[in-house]
């Protein structure tokens, strides 16, 4: 399934170019924000698909093009994200693990505008990352259990702000850089995270074009490291990294789309500098 919220946080699942509101499914669920909502779907979801299952049969969707579609995980407890996990020229070894955490309140949706600070930075990267959505407590766990703890997956956008002094969390969070969606797709709908292709479109140019197999640790691994260090809930974001070989610059007036093979609908956002900053392009 591809679970997505849409218009005022109404549940639905995507079912080609068509969702479905599923909220009679869920309607015995109590739930004060689309977050808790979302997290009780996914704790009760081998009772609820059954459900879900029917009112999708038995009801018609609408065009997704006549829908605002908002992030799967508004606001996730956690939303940990990997730093150097790809095997790429530049690293033909795996680096030692590194992780950080990203502020949940950057997350936007898909058809959004990141609005890039007016803070001195070098250069703005926006790097196409696999997502997991963790689907049950996860602590300590090992490579053989670490995917029966993933509920799901989703196409998310890492947006860096490149030579600014105060590490990972200060250029990673600031408000908009964590385009996320639209759907957020089963696992059952995955067989492998690791063999999926991952594009990325700025202004139509494909820039990025590598597959989830390069990945220097796969998810199991991953999985494994992240939650020596930290226990994981129902609900919580995992991003896998990306493959940095690609990145460039991107500023003001841009599109970046992000499609991840398999999930869908394609994550694109504009871009907004209110400095129309171009000296990084060389530009004067």
Wanted: glycine share 8%; hydrophobic share 40%; with cysteine.
């Amino acid at each position: 399934m591809k679970l997505a919220f849409f218009n005022d946080y109404n549940l639905g699942i995507i079912t080609g170019d068509s969702i479905v509101d599923i909220s009679e499914a869920v309607s015995d669920i109590s739930y004060h924000t689309p977050q808790e909502l979302i997290q009780m779907v996914i704790e009760n979801f081998n009772d609820l698909k059954p459900i879900i299952e029917n009112t999708v049969q038995n009801n018609d969707g609408v065009q997704l093009d006549s829908v605002e579609l908002k992030p799967p995980l508004p606001k996730p407890g956690q939303l940990v994200c990997m730093a150097g996990n790809y095997i790429e020229p530049d690293s033909p070894t795996r680096l030692e693990f590194n992780a950080f955490l990203k502020s949940p309140n950057s997350i936007i949706p898909t058809k959004n505008t990141v609005e890039l600070p007016t803070a001195d930075v070098g250069v703005f990267h926006f790097e196409p990352e696999l997502a997991l959505v963790i689907g049950k407590p996860a602590k300590h766990l090992t490579q053989e259990n670490a995917l029966d703890h993933v509920f799901g997956y989703t196409q998310f956008i890492d947006v860096s702000a490149r030579g600014l002094h105060g590490g990972f969390f200060l250029g990673k969070s600031w408000h908009t850089f964590a385009p996320m969606g639209p759907a957020l797709v089963t696992a059952d709908e995955v067989s492998d995270p690791n063999t999926l292709d991952v594009k990325l479109w700025i202004n139509d140019r494909l820039q990025h074009d590598f597959s989830t197999n390069s990945m220097a640790r796969f998810v199991p691994e991953l999985l494994v490291e992240i939650t020596n260090v930290i226990a994981l809930e129902p609900g919580d974001v995992v991003s896998t990294g990306t493959h940095h070989e690609a990145l460039t610059d991107v500023g003001d007036g841009d599109t970046v789309r992000l499609g991840i093979e398999k999930f869908g609908p394609e994550l694109a956002v504009n871009v907004h500098d209110p400095l129309k900053r171009t000296t990084w392009r060389g530009e004067e």
